[in-house]
């Protein structure tokens, strides 16, 4: 077999080199620490079992910015990981939230929060129908639910209820919420972010998604 000529196999070389892709270079994050989130600084414990990851959502049913998030994070909540556990928390940072996070831990209590979580905030944002105490909220639960008016009282000042709302409180501390107001949300613990990170809400999500992809990749390979 004859050897190509020296100018041809350098061609040819030449030829192979630049039709071969490139490596490829590991995509840079879409969203930056200290810009679109930050560390929660110390970390702080989560409730969640090994190879799991947290996701809190700091909230307030008289929000309108967390009514702009939440159909967002009703889809995401649709397609999260398997091991990734999301937990909303009815942020007080005020006096007069604390009646919006009865009503939560109420409905939770009555096992109707699938159904009237996303309806109280279409009743107060979409209805313009403000839900301002407990004799608002028990109307609007017999109406629409046909919670017995006694049983949604008994609910609202129950023990368990006054305990969620000392925990609710607690949280909120833990995490300096009020340094970043709502809608806030917190991943493993560990990172912040939310309406405050410069980040539009149809966004805010995808920066969750980004941390739990972190987390995961942090996961020690036993519980993985």
């Not at 192979?16 to 620490?33: D, V």
Request: glycine content about 6%; overall charge negative.
């Amino acid at each position: 077999m004859k050897s190509l000529p020296l100018l041809a196999f350098t061609l040819l070389f030449a030829a192979s080199a630049q039709a071969a892709p490139a490596p490829a270079k590991p995509a840079a994050p879409a969203y930056k620490e200290g810009v679109n989130y930050q560390p929660v600084l110390p970390a702080q414990p989560t409730s969640t079992d090994p190879g799991q990851i947290e996701v809190l959502d700091f909230f307030w049913y008289g929000c309108p910015h967390c009514n702009a998030l939440e159909p967002y994070l009703e889809t995401w909540e649709r397609s999260k990981p398997a091991n990734v556990v999301l937990r909303r928390v009815p942020a007080i940072l005020e006096p007069d939230w604390e009646a919006g996070a009865r009503a939560y831990y109420t409905a939770d209590a009555l096992g109707l929060l699938a159904r009237s979580h996303m309806a109280t905030f279409n009743e107060i944002h979409q209805n313009n129908h403000p839900l301002q105490n407990e004799a608002d909220f028990q109307a609007f639960f017999t109406k629409v639910f046909g919670v017995d008016g006694k049983k949604f009282a008994d609910t609202w000042s129950s023990p368990a209820v006054d305990a969620k709302i000392a925990q609710a409180k607690v949280m909120a501390e833990r995490y300096g919420l009020v340094d970043y107001g709502v809608p806030t949300l917190v991943v493993d613990g560990k990172w912040i972010t939310g309406g405050g990170f410069n980040v539009p809400y149809s966004q805010i999500m995808l920066v969750v998604d980004q941390l739990v992809q972190q987390e995961q990749a942090a996961l020690p390979p036993s519980v993985k």
